[in-house]
């Protein structure tokens, strides 16, 4: 097998690959890739239906990962909708995602929080819920519960696989007058070091005892 060959095959094996993923970022880089390197390939060894397959995989790749990492924090393309918290359907996404969430912490004594971590807390506990869509998906399920004297802990704060590359909890946080209609003045969360950076990016800081904090600004 010479070089032109190992290059083929690479191309090849990267989009079959990409076909297994369930993220779609992750999806659409390794699809890219692949496809890149198969018109490279079919270029190189003339043949030529293949390399303008190859090619319109690739641009379609392009199109889609920057429409996805432009829309990555723009309200416009993610909404934020408030749901009771023994909402059936909110039940049924959960019921649906239990097998996830298992991964994290088995028994769900705890629930998945951020992009595939953990924060304390069982979701029957909660006090308010929020479901986070994109179009007709729903791609994140936000839960709190009140702890009292103007404080809201953070037990829920889960992805969907598809988009756990994403973070659409944090449009659930930029809307702070949600929580200040409620009367909480501020959020807490115990993450896991796998989520520390994820909650620093939508505003929460370490405090001396460990937990996370975040103000809800005043309306």
């Known amino acids: 097998m010479n070089w032109l060959e190992v290059i083929g095959w690479t191309g090849s094996v ?102 595939g971590g953990v ?23 936000v839960q709190v519960r009140d702890e009292g004297a103007g404080t809201a802990r953070v037990l829920m704060d889960y992805v969907t696989p598809r988009f756990r590359d994403f973070t659409p909890g944090e449009f659930v946080y930029r809307r702070s007058g949600v929580f200040r209609e409620r009367g909480f003045e501020r959020l807490v969360v115990d993450p896991v070091p796998a989520n520390r950076d994820y909650f620093r990016s939508v505003g929460f800081a370490p405090t001396t005892d460990g937990t996370w904090v975040r103000e809800v600004a005043a309306a």
């Open 14 to 115: 990267l989009v079959v690959v990409s076909l297994m993923q369930a993220r779609v970022l992750r999806f659409r880089v390794m699809n890219l890739a692949g496809a890149a390197i198969a018109t490279a390939y079919n270029i190189a060894i003339d043949v030529w239906p293949f390399a303008a397959m190859n090619a319109a995989i690739t641009i379609i790749d392009v199109y889609w990962l920057v429409r996805l990492l432009r829309e990555r924090h723009d309200e416009a393309a993610y909404e934020v909708v408030e749901v009771a918290p023994d909402d059936a359907y909110l039940g049924r996404v959960l019921a649906v995602h239990a097998s996830d969430m298992a991964k994290f912490e088995p028994g769900r004594g705890a629930v998945a929080a951020g992009p």
């Open 119 to 141: 924060a304390g807390g069982a979701p029957d506990e909660a006090s308010a819920a929020f479901l986070v869509v994109r179009g007709d998906e729903t791609v994140g399920v």
